[in-house]
């Protein structure tokens, strides 16, 4: 089946430093989604991209399409404490009525 | 407004013994249904889901089945548990054909079987 590659798979970082992920496929997605993860809760959308080569900002976080619609990355900006958590982006191939996800960036910071 | 409901929150199970997981959406019709499971540490595995009635999709082999009796009802079933079934269950819902826009979870079932 389809399967997202997605890096790291944990990060330890200082307040205030800028964070980058990244996820990766051999298929090609009709669309990238960005998932947050609080401990003990079922995801939360983040950002979601639908055009390839689309960049799409939500407060201090980034995200863009891959133009060979293989790969999308994440950016967050000065990080804060609530940032903490584990992100997942997921793909959807055209009609297919369901969502693969990465296994995940556990993301840690140090205050 | 929409509001998916999912129980236990936890659980603590034999090996061996039977499993039985519910999850109820409200405010919405004819959603497209949901089981994932997350190891632990381990990223988000899709295990089955519904787009109607009596329909389900089973994405892995494995030691679970899934059945759809109501329209906005999951459940996620095991007639013999095993060690290897431990994990996080989160049931989601989608507006048919949109679960590109948004995939609502429930707050999840932490499955510990012994």
């Known amino acids: 089946g389809q399967q997202l590659n997605q890096s790291p798979q944990s990060m330890f970082i200082q307040e205030g430093e800028d964070v980058s992920m990244n996820c990766t496929s051999s298929s090609i997605f009709n669309t990238w989604l960005w998932y947050k993860q609080d401990p003990g809760e079922g995801p939360v959308l983040l950002i979601a991209l639908y055009k390839a080569g689309e960049l799409t900002s939500n407060g201090r976080l980034t995200a863009q399409f891959g133009i060979t619609r293989k790969d999308s990355f994440l950016n967050i900006s000065a990080s804060i404490p609530s940032d903490v958590g584990i992100y997942f982006c997921a793909g959807e191939i055209q009609g297919a009525q369901k969502l693969v996800f990465g296994q995940g960036t556990r993301l840690t910071i140090n205050p | 407004s929409q509001t998916i409901h999912q129980w236990p929150a936890t659980l603590v199970q034999p090996v061996g013994s039977p499993l039985s997981l519910e999850c109820t959406v409200e405010?919405?019709?004819?959603?497209?249904l949901y089981w994932y499971r997350q190891a632990a540490g381990r990223g988000l595995q899709l295990l089955f889901y519904?787009?109607?009635?009596?329909?389900i999709s089973s994405e892995v082999p494995q030691n679970l089945s899934a059945s759809r009796p109501q329209d906005r009802q999951f459940i996620l079933s095991s007639k013999k548990l095993l060690l290897s079934d431990s994990g996080f269950y989160l049931c989601?819902?989608?507006?048919?054909?949109?679960?590109?826009?948004?995939?609502?979870f429930g707050s999840g079932t932490q499955l510990s079987v012994l």
């Open positions: 989601a819902w989608s507006q048919k054909g949109r679960v590109n826009e948004k995939l609502f």
């Open positions: 405010g919405t019709s004819n959603p497209n």
């Open positions: 519904s787009v109607g009635i009596g329909q």
